[in-house]
C-alpha cells in the first residue's frame, strides 16, 4: 500500500517560534518523489519543494529547511521563526514511479502562527 | 510561466444537474489530474489522463466522468451531482522532464456546493 500520514491535524505557535510539521509515507517503490505543498486561506496549492527517492540531501530555503530520512520513511518540514503569513494548510505527498506522476497527499497539517 | 486554469472558481449547482468543471493547460503536458479536497481527508485521485482520449481511475471515481478530446483540456463531468459531492476540485497538469525531474502544477481550485 502506498500511504502519507501527516498525524499532526493542527497545530499552533506564536510568531518567532520554530514548528516542525511530521510527513511519514510508505511506498514499496525504490524510485519516487516527495513533495510539500502550501495552501493559503486563498486555496491555491503552491509548491514548496521536490526530493527525489536517490537524494536524502536535507535542503535549506531561507526559513524553511526539510528533513529526509528514508530509514524512518519519514520527510518533515521545519519553519524556523515563523511568522504570521507561514499560516496555512501544508500537504505532504509522494509520486511513485510509474504512476504517471499521480500524487497521493496526506491529509494535511493546519498551522496557525499567532502575533 | 506554467498555467492551469479552471474554468469556475466558485459553482452552486442543484442536486440532479449534470456538472462540467473545465480545465486548460498551456504547456503541452501530457498528464492532466482531477483531485477532490475535503477537511481531514487531503486530497484524493478521481481520474486521471495520460494522453488525449485515454483516461484511468483514481481513488475515488464513482460519480465522475472525465473528458479529454484535447491534449490541453480536460473536464471533470458530474453526471448527477448530489450533496456529497460538495467540495473544492483541483485541477492537475505535470511534465516528467529528460532529466527525470516531475513538475506538477496546479489550478486555482474550483469550489462546488450542491444544493
Known amino acids: 500500500a502506498q500511504k502519507v500520514t501527516q498525524a499532526q491535524t493542527e497545530i499552533s505557535v506564536v510568531e518567532k517560534e520554530d514548528v516542525t510539521l511530521d510527513c511519514v509515507y510508505e511506498t514499496r517503490d525504490t524510485t519516487y518523489y516527495l513533495f510539500w505543498y502550501k495552501q493559503p486561506p486563498s486555496g491555491e496549492l503552491v509548491f514548496l519543494i521536490r526530493r527525489n527517492s536517490f537524494d536524502e540531501q536535507n535542503e535549506i530555503s531561507g526559513r524553511y529547511s526539510w528533513n529526509f530520512q528514508k530509514s524512518t520513511s519519514s520527510f518533515n518540514f521545519t519553519i524556523t521563526a515563523s511568522q504570521v503569513v507561514d499560516s496555512a494548510v501544508y500537504f505532504c505527498a509522494l509520486s511513485p514511479s510509474g504512476g504517471y506522476n499521480k500524487l497521493i497527499f496526506g491529509a494535511g497539517t493546519r498551522l496557525a502562527v499567532h502575533p | 510561466d506554467v498555467k492551469v486554469t479552471q474554468s469556475s472558481r466558485y459553482l452552486v449547482k442543484r442536486t440532479g444537474e449534470k456538472v462540467f468543471l473545465e480545465c486548460v493547460q498551456d504547456m503541452d503536458h501530457e498528464n492532466m489530474f482531477w483531485y477532490r479536497q475535503d477537511p481531514g481527508l487531503g486530497l484524493r485521485l478521481i481520474y486521471f489522463?495520460?494522453?488525449?482520449?485515454?483516461?484511468e481511475k483514481g481513488d475515488i471515481p464513482e460519480g465522475y466522468s472525465v473528458s479529454r478530446e484535447k491534449k490541453e483540456r480536460f473536464s471533470l463531468i458530474l453526471e448527477s451531482a448530489s450533496t456529497n459531492q460538495t467540495s473544492m476540485y483541483l485541477c492537475?497538469?505535470?511534465?516528467?522532464?529528460?532529466?527525470?525531474?516531475?513538475?506538477?502544477?496546479f489550478g486555482e481550485g474550483s469550489w462546488l456546493t450542491v444544493v
Open positions: 492537475a497538469s505535470s511534465l516528467l522532464a529528460r532529466d527525470g525531474r516531475v513538475t506538477i502544477y
Open positions: 489522463s495520460y494522453d488525449v482520449k485515454m483516461k
